[in-house]
């Protein structure tokens, strides 16, 4: 079997090595590999017999189940493009994205689908609803996919459009991020490279398979012929149940989850089987790290960075943990990480710049967004001394927005969004920085702290935060330790305690914009010796 240069492949792949190992897991259902590429296959046919055409979108708006890994890597293989939508999403913002990707085709359940009303008007390009629970009026089964008769599929090269991931919208509508088939097949194996994904291990999808970080549960281990369990879980105890009933060896999660974990008892036995855990979509606090540590000695621990612009960036090795536990690492594998100034020069070591990443990983752009497109997907700096003179075509790069250091040996640190960044007595303050202090104390579990405006100083720093369970939110012992550990333009001006837990965006992440909302609403109401 040639080496996999398409999405659909991966799976193809470790078929055709052992068909009968186990694939897929799913609420006590095993689906071996053999099984899966058939059914990717059959889905495949059924789409195209239903007259999609090379480039339509597929949208599959779904919870964690074998139909929704087949719906998604069986649109890949009609040549159709993959759109999945987080489950978590409400009606509007499901309906906003398959308005902007021009769904042709939703495949969903009796339960989303009513939620989401009368389609018809909302989304006149939906020609084709797939339930796979059944059937209703104007929609068709799952099986009637699966058992259609069809010709030849389209033909599709590794450049072609495979999905389009929607972010969360926290910040507006959702934006969708165009990834070819090369840029998921460089993603998986750049990924299952670091962490040594192989035949035997066994990873958790914990994070919506919307979610580019969940995604990549899937097509590591597809590459390598794992099994991966999918797990719908209302409550984070459920997950530790799962980890230890199914010998998980691999764990990929945000960091708000892992601090909700790291404080439940688990069983023993885990350390004897994972491997590794791996964290993404945010820095995660050094006293979590080291709760996670002490609970799995045994397993490795992987702190990466990255966006769905370009899928991931940087990893810290294991090794390195220790010596560095503030850096997000060096570049992954196959991808070029630069630290640049405005003017597109690289920084010197220890000087703060925009992260910029380069190579196959980087995505196609912003679906239908030419102006958000061009600010992030630009053209490789001259001044970045990369390029080779002679070369007469563009490479294109992605700006992140994030603001990193450098060290000498080559290792990134994150200091924080642009936008995010607290100008404060002639000082910028990172919120990372005043939210890592705060977790250090002990005395709160989560935080969120942004900047107010103030007539004097430009800014003044606010936290909202919420205190361990069984603990009082004690704020003038939180304002002495800040005193104690911070310098005094780092001290926070205002605590709003809040209940916990912190809210959450569809991905899992600390919603920041609503809980920032929230205590500025809070703010607004009460004096400053209230907070």
Request: hydrophobic share 45%; with cysteine; net charge negative.
């Amino acid at each position: 079997m040639p080496v996999p240069t398409l999405l659909h492949h991966l799976i193809e792949h470790s078929a055709s090595r052992d068909p009968d190992a186990c694939a897929l897991g799913s609420d006590g259902t095993a689906l071996s590999y053999g099984a899966l590429v058939r059914q990717v296959h059959a889905c495949a046919g059924g789409l195209v017999a239903l007259g999609l055409a090379r480039g339509d979108r597929v949208a599959v708006y779904l919870d964690k189940r074998i139909e929704t890994v087949v719906a998604s890597f069986g649109a890949a293989a009609a040549g159709a493009v993959l759109v999945p939508v987080n489950p978590l999403l409400k009606a509007a913002q499901v309906i906003h994205i398959l308005r902007d990707s021009g769904a042709r085709v939703l495949v969903t359940s009796h339960a989303r689908l009513a939620a989401l009303g009368e389609l018809k008007d909302a989304c006149p390009g939906l020609l084709h609803v797939i339930l796979v629970d059944g059937d209703a009026p104007g929609t068709l089964p799952w099986a009637h996919v699966l058992d259609a008769a069809c010709g030849a599929l389209h033909r599709v090269i590794d450049c072609d459009v495979a999905a389009i991931l929607y972010t969360s919208g926290s910040t507006g509508q959702p934006k969708g991020v165009v990834l070819s088939h090369a840029n998921l097949v460089a993603g998986a194996c750049s990924v299952a490279g670091y962490l040594g994904n192989h035949r035997e291990d066994v990873l958790l999808a914990a994070l919506p398979l919307s979610f580019d970080a969940g995604f990549s549960q899937l097509t590591t281990a597809f590459l390598v012929g794992a099994k991966v369990v999918l797990l719908n879980y209302l409550l984070a105890r459920d997950l530790v149940k799962a980890l230890s009933a199914e010998r998980v060896t691999g764990l990929t999660a945000v960091p708000p989850l892992y601090m909700q974990i790291a404080q439940l008892p688990w069983p023993d036995t885990i350390d004897g089987h994972l491997r590794y855990f791996a964290s993404t979509g945010g820095r995660m606090p050094r006293v979590t790290l080291d709760a996670l540590r002490q609970r799995l000695p045994s397993a490795r621990p992987f702190l990466m960075y990255g966006l769905t612009e370009a899928f991931r960036a940087t990893y810290l090795p294991p090794e390195e943990v220790d010596r560095r536990p503030d850096s997000i690492g060096k570049a992954i594998p196959n991808a070029e990480v630069l630290v640049l100034r405005a003017d597109g020069s690289c920084c010197a070591p220890g000087e703060a710049g925009e992260l910029v990443q380069r190579g196959p990983l980087v995505a196609q752009g912003y679906w239908n967004d030419v102006q958000r497109t061009a600010e992030r997907f630009r053209p490789l700096p001259a001044a970045s001394g990369i390029r080779l003179s002679g070369l007469v075509r563009d490479e294109i790069a992605v700006f992140s927005g994030d603001t990193v250091r450098m060290d000498e040996d080559g290792f990134l640190y994150f200091v924080g969004r642009r936008d995010e960044m607290i100008k404060t007595s002639g000082y910028r303050v990172s919120p990372t920085e005043i939210e890592e202090a705060l977790l250090a104390t002990g005395r709160v579990a989560e935080c969120v702290a942004f900047g107010v405006d103030h007539a004097e100083l430009g800014q003044v720093i606010a936290v909202a935060f919420c205190a361990p369970e069984g603990m009082d939110a004690d704020v003038e012992s939180l304002r002495a330790l800040c005193r104690a550990s911070l310098p005094a333009f780092q001290i926070p001006a205002h605590f709003l305690a809040c209940a916990a837990p912190l809210p959450r965006n569809p991905n899992g992440k600390l919603d920041r914009p609503r809980i920032e909302g929230d205590a500025r609403s809070r703010l607004a109401d009460f004096p400053t010796s209230q907070t």
